[in-house]
């Protein structure tokens, strides 16, 4: 079955549709590689996001961020 799809296919690609046969299978995998494209974009907004919270929440247990903010504040102000 498989050997008379691409005896097929062979077929119709060499015919004058061919191109546009071509051009339509082409759009679906662009179609295809978009949403690949997206799902990966999300991927990679969870993982930093993940890595986002772990910081924060190391941050806050450690006491360093409390600290971080006062001294920034305090540059800021002498700065003045």
């Known amino acids: 079955m498989l050997g ?9 690609a060499t015919g004058w549709w061919g191109p546009s046969l071509r051009r339509v299978a082409g759009a679906r995998s ?3 590689e978009q949403g690949q494209t997206t799902a990966e974009y999300a991927l ?4 930093a996001a993940a890595v986002a919270v ?3 929440a190391w941050a806050r247990s ?15 102000s002498s700065n003045q």
């Open 62 to 76: 450690s006491g360093k961020l409390p600290a971080f903010f006062d001294k920034i504040i305090d540059e800021v």
């Open 44 to 47: 990679v907004i969870l993982a």
């Open 4 to 12: 008379l799809y691409v005896r097929l296919r062979a077929w119709l």
């Open 30 to 32: 662009l179609r295809r």
């Open 54 to 56: 772990v910081l924060i």
